[in-house]
């Protein structure tokens, strides 16, 4: 049995919960999952400050791969500042159509959001210019978007899939020219991928009409901000997606991934037994695939999707399973398909 070591990253509210879900999942795979928790609930961050970032860094260098729950943020982020750590640079989002999730866009869809997560006007927060005018400086560096580039043209290889870049190269020919070129030379590398561009405000209002012309997409810090929460709107629900955020190496393969679920932590619920594990799971879908578990992965996502659509889910999407119950039933249904595959 393969043995794989992961840092575990525990959150707030709903966070234990989870994590909970997580490991019953775990040792119901045919693999053998080393968990090494690193505690950023609010009360270990106000009781150890900096030295517990600073052993949060030295698990996921350890590690390479981390989940991460969701954190309440106080003080500061922990996402923002592990970020910073980690040397995040490239934000993989995967939203698609979820079956059983009701939703007022009726059109099927299965998009993965490559999104530069750094530079743009994010990393200035501006300047006020005399007394009625405000200044930011946009930032985008070549080395970043290559990486990005990198991720996105081995995903799409990978998967064949096709790639599109998006961006105002038009209008911002600078900045969003200089995207756009670094990405005309990594797809030299890559003649077996279909790319195509598009001028960004343009590709919203066509993933609209018709989503299914679209598959990878390539954009800037703030565009993939705007596209992810505009494609999660489309599918149903902001907090019910999971993303993975990346460093590289001088090579440009990953180096360190951390994959965290996008809702927050529910104080409303904590403790409660009622919270939806889909993010979480799809998530740790995502670890699974990282680290080179893909059948593991595909029994995970694709148990978690059939249940939804059967209506077989927790109270938020109109089922009546609490977080325990469903997390029985994907542990059925993923021993059920993995047994299939042997």
Do not use: W
Not at 160 to 167: K, L, M, N
Not at 186 to 191: D, F, N
Not at 252 to 274: E, H, N, R, W, Y
Not at 278 to 303: P, Q, R, Y
């Amino acid at each position: 049995m393969a043995t794989f070591h992961v840092t575990e990253y525990l959150g707030d509210g709903i966070g234990p919960e989870l994590s909970e879900a997580v490991h019953r999942v775990a040792d119901a795979l045919p693999i053998n999952i080393v968990f090494h928790p690193i505690d950023l609930s609010v009360e270990s961050r106000e009781k150890d400050g900096k030295a517990l970032y600073d052993a949060a860094l030295e698990s996921i260098q350890r590690t390479q791969v981390a989940l991460k729950y969701p954190t309440a943020t106080v003080k500061e982020s922990p996402n923002a500042v592990l970020r910073r750590l980690c040397d995040f640079t490239v934000i993989h989002r995967p939203v698609a159509t979820i079956p059983g999730l009701p939703t007022n866009f009726t059109e099927q869809f299965d998009l993965d959001i490559i999104r530069v997560a750094t530079g743009g006007t994010y990393e200035d927060p501006g300047r006020n210019i005399g007394k009625a005018g405000a200044v930011s400086v946009r930032i985008v560096e070549a080395e970043t978007v290559e990486q990005a580039a990198v991720y996105a043209f081995e995903l799409a290889r990978r998967t064949g899939r096709t790639v599109t870049s998006a961006s105002k190269y038009t209008i911002q020919r600078i900045t969003d020219g200089l995207f756009e070129r670094v990405i005309d030379q990594v797809a030299e590398s890559y003649q077996g991928v279909q790319r195509r561009k598009e001028l960004f405000d343009a590709l919203l209002a066509k993933i609209i009409i018709s989503p299914r012309d679209y598959e990878i997409i390539l954009v800037l810090n703030e565009y993939g901000d705007f596209l992810s929460d505009m494609a999660c709107g489309l599918a149903g629900s902001i907090g019910i997606g999971a993303s993975g955020s990346f460093s590289f190496d001088d090579r440009f393969k990953v180096k360190l991934a951390m994959f965290d679920p996008s809702g927050g932590t529910a104080p409303d619920i904590a403790g409660q037994d009622k919270a939806n594990p889909t993010a979480v799971f799809l998530a740790f879908s995502m670890l699974l695939h990282e680290i080179g578990a893909n059948a593991c992965a595909e029994a995970l996502k694709t148990a978690n999707m059939n249940l939804l659509h059967e209506g077989e889910t927790t109270a938020d999407l109109g089922g009546s399973l609490s977080l325990s119950a469903f997390t029985g039933r994907i542990i059925e249904r993923a021993r059920e398909s993995l047994a299939g595959k042997r």
